[in-house]
Structures are given as structure tokens and as C-alpha cells.
């Protein structure tokens, strides 16, 4: 591990000019992703500011009846909170699908959305790596590749995002609230990571000293049911093969009113399933309309050597989860 | 878990030997004071960490160590240029450091040393190494063009071998399947990675190892660094778990020996989990063709098994994955055979039931296929087909219950209740099978010696010294070798004090191939009966008479595993629902430990059913999961209702302490179980594993 310098940033705007006076800084909150790059030389920070202390520990409510999410909660501490689980039941699904129970308890939700792909490749430093070293190659591409992107790659990375809470913040239409050199912003969950294109190095549209301190969640749909299902090789502690997130409000006339669907594991961000959603709002919400709606929107996916039962996967994956929340009793108001 | 039977019957006994008596070692364990390789350093202890090759073929032209050597607390960067010379191992895969070439991927080309493990880990990450590369070939194939037939397959067993004219019986068989199975190579991957601290002190050398033997340890470093047994020491008295991969020795051990000669400071290596799939050893891939002739009745007329697999270039490891084919069914013409290829791969070796675990799988399988095809209950079909004698040796088997074991488990399981017919059984989204398989391991067991000595008998302190140098991997050893002392003597348990794990004790095997307690207690079992016998104070015997001149028979010990299992009708997932083996493995010693063992083993052969699976990439070389978020074991909330029996056993042909060995059985049927169970639920075979949702899921 390269020696580094540390310091305990004081308040959030104070780690915000901490970083800008430091060349080659990183943040560190959980330390469940970076510090193990670190010891692999992935990573390989001159300075690091711990932002876990600072007072982002936070679930409030918002005036519009949202909810506004300090980035230092725990990913424990959030899947168990009370208006979490009622509210946004998708949400808590999809932390309490990821890692380990020790992880999610050091875990934060600004770090969850930073963690690095788990690319085998991108984690060893004697393999050619564009997100790790641009311009050197894709190992994956044409190495083992099975559990790699089947949608929105490009030449040069084939990674998948591995949040799954991310996945389920995309679904419900988040919003990341930042703070930076250059003034503060908030951008869409589901903008919020990129697809490789020419530049894999770039996971997310955070510029440089740009540091997480919330994550908003809009009051959900009236009426809407929501899940999240994750497709993984063993019961615990795997990353997705394929998951997706649904936010789903039906009309008493049994036609969808609002449908939100995002996919993990099958790209290098949380997959808005745009024109699945598109084909569903106003139809009919039955098993051949999701079915239907699903492969429309699989059908730009370009699986690679050993990953095509992603795209059945994603696609069962999607059409049990909507027909399952379409087949939910509504909730007794009040409950 | 339940409780089981056997335990409870025990309980109430008044005999040591077969008490559940608890981990001599537990208490050490849990209050952390029970150390390990790593966890022994010497005064001014250094730090070692190897460069693996970043080529899969090749040889190394330049090490460039300036950028290493120049940070703060940089010792030495060991290369084949300045490491000190070796002796050639019986295993050229220790023979590191010596020569510029590179046979795959990972291989070792240097070592770093400093002063702390992050100054160490950072130098290794400063060498600068070149290469010469040349081709390479990691791909394993049916037809590929270097494949030839070994003599000998691992363990000794002949390469190839024929009973009865196999053509003839199989071209006049009625029903006829040939069937392809597929295995991907898998890790031990132990809890506790391989590592070790090496101190020399004068002329002597002490190692602190993560071994399954220390005497085998102090064998090869004699042979490497030229010197006497008696000029080494290696402990290893606390081992988190080998599965194999520790049962010689491994890299580690001969790096730190070297890195402490060369720089005069005890020097301590520590592989990181990502290090281990290169260099300690997997499971070969096999890729198994079974072809069986079968009669209307079920009865076996024809039974072919041949095993295709891969070894690297440093040496020949030949998977004996047909040789249970030579034992588990009559047929009037049989032929098993291995053909193999030595690819630019990392060096496979032991893993748990090396052999048994791949080629039952294979062998299970296709007898649930032959039921299936003859609608014959697949308990039926194994019964009719139990051999009088072993079908490739023709010896007696010494004892055989499989046929007690099928029936109990049927029993115990439920399966008189089971439809036969696949593909029909739902609970909500989730497809549901049963299914079951055999299991058999042989009885192995080796020469060893043993003390011990009557102490004081003034009830201060234990009545008796045992001192082996067995080794307790995690399994329970030392607690039943006092066992098997206690119970020899005739007092109580804590009356016996046990020494093990360390080669400046008797002589001993190494604890592999289900043989450790076999052969270390009857050493034991020797010297504690000569005691009494003779009324002395010490005693140290040697037991390689009394092994050879076992009598000639079959030793085998034989189980069968029951395997419930869920599968998800919208992605694929299998989850197991109930595991259930009952086996028949001579005398059991320890109940609890014994328990822990079965169940260990059933556990690791879930994983190489459903979830564990290596992959070579073709480009680079090398393995691709390299840590546990990569390669599956299973979980906790995979296994959620496993249980083990066993039957009582008694065979007058084995070791007078009358264990079969229980290590390894465990692994053995349970991947056929469940792959049986799997094609119970969704009416498809896949003939490959881990039975993961790419295979499963529905299309």
C-alpha cells in the first residue's frame, strides 16, 4: 500500500476545500470498497479525508413528504428505518439484498453509490484495464465474462455497476444532492452513474471534489407498489446477476398509472428501463403487457460470449416482479 | 440442526471412544490465544511478499528491484538471480526462485522482503519484472492434440484398466446411454490462508507452518536446504483447515526459509487469499464420458468411465476421477481410464475426495440417468447392481453397508412417498425435486509412530504424556487421539495429556486422504496398550510392520446422500432445502466431531453443486476469482437443513482402532444428490456444474 496523508474533514464544506487543496484526495466514509483497492494498489489516494464523521447521519422527512437521507446513514441503519420500510419497501429490499451484515453496517449511502464494479479484472493490476488505466484494453471483453454488461457497454468496458441500492433509488426517481468547489447540485439517481463510452473511467457524473451529502427521495406515487428482486449464484453476499427495481400504481380499471422499472447487474449503471415504462403506463397491467414491455426494452442488449441468459434473466426477473405487484392487494389505507 | 441419534445413544455411555467429547483446542480458539503460522513472530521478524509472473508463459529476462529497494524499510528483493540455491524437491513446484522460467501465470518470479507487511506488500508492488513471452495454452478439450494416457492417475491407482470385454458387453446391452458430464476446476480455499515464519537459529531451522503434515514439511526443506532432520523444527500446531491444499509443502514455507537465510532475519510470508488459487493447488477440470450397458432388470452389463483433464507443465497431477468406477458397481465388462494434457496452468493437486468427489458426481449421475430411462427407483437400481466383491480388484470387501445406508436414509428421508415423475411438484414460484446418490471413499492409512509415558501419579497433573505429530487441521484430532489413548488406558480423558503438531515429536503421516486418525491412532492405540501391557514408563512404537501385514481385502468406507432441493421458475436459482447423508465408516471415534466432519464435507459438496467454480482465462491465463466475493462457498443461508447419520459399523479388517475415515466422505455424492434433485424439479439434465441461474434458467 502507497503511505498516504489522513486527516478528519471538520464539516462538509470544509472537506470540500480540503480536497481542492490536495492533489490525488479521496473520501472516505465506510471504507468498505476503497481501503480494500488500496491494499491492492488499485487505489492509490495521497491524501485522504474521512467525511464519516461529519454530521450527514440523517433521516428527516421533507416538506413535500419525501424523504431526505444523510450520505453517512448506514446501509443497515437505513433498510431498517420505519418510513423507509413502509414508504419505499423497494429501497430496503435491495440494501438488505447487498453484501453482508457486517458490511451493510459500516456501508454509508454516499460510498454504496461510489463503490467501484467488482470486475476481476479492474482488481488486478496485471490485467490490461481501462477503467483502471485508460487506454490500456479490456480484459473482460473477450476474457471470462459472464457476469459483465449486456447492456449499454462499449469498446473499451464491459463493467456492471454492483449497488444494488442504487438500483432501487433509480426506480423510485432519487435525487443526489452535492457539494462542490464550484457551488452545490442535485442531480437524478438514475443520471447519476454513466455508461462507459470512450472515457470507463468515469463511473458517475461527480466532478472532481464533489462530495455526496444527500439523497432525496421523492413522496411515492399514490397508490404504488414497489419491490425489488435480485437474481444472485448463492442465498447471501453475491453481487446480481441480474435484479430490477419496481415502482408500480395501477387505475381501479386495472390499467397502469404509473410504472417505474430499473435494472442491475446487467449495466455499467442502475438500467431505467425508459421504454418498458413508456409501453406500460395506460395498459393493461397484465403478465403479457410486462412481458411485452420487457423485451422491448432488452431488445437493444448485446450480450457478450458467456452472458446471454442475462437477457432471459433480466427479462423473467422483471415480469415476475410486475406481475407480483400487480397481483398485490392494495395496502388498507392507514396500514 | 437435530440432534443426532448417535449422539444422544453416546451420551449416556460410559465409554470415551465415541463420546462426543469436546475440542481440547476449543477454549484456545475462541479466546484467540491459539496461534496460528502467521501468528508466531520472532524477535526482529521480517517481512516476505512474492511477485507472481504477469505472463502466462515465458521466462523472465530483468527484474528491475531499484524502486522496491529504495523505499524505507526494503531488505532484500529475491530473485532466480540471488536466491540462495536449492536442492530439487520430490515436488518441482517448491523449486522456486531458481530458474527464469515462467510455466503460467502467477508462478513465483521473486520476493520481497522489508522490514513491516505493508513496506513488503508495497515493494512487491515497486519490482519491475520483464519478460521473454511465449504462447500460451490454458484449454482443456476432448480432442485436444496433447492429451496422452498417464500410467499412473493420482493416488497411485493404474491410468487405465479393463474388466470383462467392455465393447462387446456394451454393444449387446439393451439400453445403452453415453453421456458427457462437465466439471470447471475449483479451490480449497481453507479459512486460514496458506503461510509461514521461518527463523534460523545457528544452524537449525524452525518453521512455523500452515500444514496438514509438519513432517513432510521438514522432509522437503531437508532435501532443499541441504540439511539434516534433525537440524529442522516445523510446527503446526493450530491449522485453519487444508481441504488438501496444505497436505504437502506449499510455497510459502520455502520462500520465507529462503528469505530469512538470505537476509539473516526470521522472516514471515503470509499469502493473501488472492495469492492462493495460483499456488497452492485446485481441483483439475474433468470432463467425463459414461457410457453404461444396461439390462432390463437394471443390472449393469457394461460400465465405461473416461476421465479427460488437465495438469500444468511443472508436474503431473492426473484427477482419479474413474477410479470409483472400479469399485462401486458389478458389471461384466468395465473400463475406466484417464487421458490428460499438461496445459500453462497453475499445478492442480488434492482437494477434498481428489478423485472420489469428481467422478461420483459423474458416475451418480448417470445411474439416476439409467433409472430414469429404465423407470427404475434410483434406490432400486443401485441395489441391484451392489458388487459381491470389487469389481476391478476382485478382493472381499472388508465390509460393505452401502445397501444399509440406502435403506436408512430412504428412510429417514421420506422417500417411499416420492413421484418419480420430473418436473411436477410446485410450491408457489419454486420447483421442487428429491434426489439421492452414493458415496464411498477408500480406507487409506499409513505407518506412524507414537509415545507414551506414565507421569506422576499424584493427581497434580495429567496420569499420561501421548506425543504424535499428528496434525489437527480443525477436525478434532488431538481430542480423539486422547480419546483413543484414554480409552487404552482405561482413565478418564483429562488424564491424558496429548502433544501434536510438530515434527520434533514421533514421526508422523500427514492428516490427507481421510487417513490421519486411522493412522495415528493405531500408532496410539500401540503404544498405550504396550504401557499398560508392560507396566513401564514410556513407550514410543512404530506401526509400519502391523500396516504391512494387513490382510488382503477391499477397504472402503460407503454412504448415501439425499438431496431436497428448490428451484426457481422465473431465474434459475436452486436452493437446497434438505440434506440428509447416512454413512457407513467403520467405527465412529467422536461423535461431535465426527458430525462436524460429515456435515463439513456434504457442505462443501453443495457448494460444488450449486454455487463454486473457477475459470482459466484463455487470454491472459491464470484463474479469474481470486477472492471469497468471487468464488462462492456457500453461506449460511445456503444450507439451510443438513443433517447426518451414521450406521454402526463394525469390520474386523481394519486398524485395531476400527475407524474407516470420515474426512472426505462427506463431499462425495452430495453434487449428484443434488443434480439429481435438480432434474426432479425441472424435468432437464445439465450435466455440468455449479448448477448456477446461467445453466437454470428458463429460456
Redesign the interface.
Known sequence: MKPFTFERATSPEQAVSAFAAQPHARFLAGGTNLVDLMKLGVETPAHLIDVSKLPLNDIEPTPEGGLRVGANVRNSDLAAHTAVCRDYPALAQALLSGASGQLRNLATTGGNLLQRTRCPYFQDLTAPCNKREPGAGCSAREGVNRDMAVLGHSEHCVATHPSDMAVALAAYDAEVELLGPEGDRTVPAADFHRLPGDSPERDTVLRPGELISHVTLPPPPPGARAAYRKARDRASYAFALASAAAVLALDGDGTVRHAALAFGGVAHRPWRARTAEEMLIGSRADAETFARAADAELAVARPLSDNAFKVPLARNVAVHLLTTLAETPDRPAGS | MAVDDTTRTDRTTERVLGSPALRREGRAKVTGTARYAAEHTPPDCAYGWPV?A?VPHGSVTGVDAADAMALPGALAVLTHENAPRLGEPDDPTLHLLQTPRVPH?GWYVALAVGETL?TA??MA?AVRVSYDEEPHDVRLTDDHPGLYHPEQANGGYPGDRETGDFDAEYAAAPHRLDLTYTLSPLHNHPMEPHAATAVWEGGHLIAYDSSQGATPVSETLATMFGLDPKQITVVAEHVGGGFGSKGTPRPPVVLAAMGAKHTSRPVKVMLPR?ELPSVVGHRAPTIQRLRIGARDDGTLAALGHEVTTHTSTVKEFVEQAAVPSRVMYGADGIRTGHRVVALDVPTPSWMRAPGDASGMYALECAMDEVATALDLDPIELRLRNIPEREPDSGKPFSSHHLADCLREGARRFGWERRDPRPGTRRDG?LLLGTGVAASTYPVLVAPSTASVQALRADGSGPAYHVRVNATDIGTGARTVLAQIAADQLGVPLDAVRIDVGSSDLPTAPLAGGSSGTASWGWAVHKACRELRESGGSIVTVDTTTDVQAQEEYARHAFGAVFAEVSA?A????V?VRRLLGVFAAGRILNARTARSQFIGGMTMGLGMA??EHS?L????GGF????L??Y?V?????VPDIDAHWIEEHDPHLNPVGGKGIGEIGIVGTPAAIANAVHHATGRRHRQL?L????V???
Not at chain 2, 570 to 573: C, D, K, L, N, R
Not at chain 2, 624 to 627: A, I, N
Not at chain 2, 634 to 638: C, K, L
Request: aromatic share 2%; proline share 10%.
Open positions: 507472481a504477469a501465470r505493508q506488500r508495497e508492488q488472492r414460484d426457481d422465473f431465474t434459475g436459482e436452493r450449486l454455487t475459470s482465462d484463455t487470454r491472459l479469474v476469482e481470486k477472492d466475493a468471487g462462492h456457500p453461506t449460511h443461508a445456503d455449479p448456477t441461474p446461467d445453466l434458467v428458463p429460456r
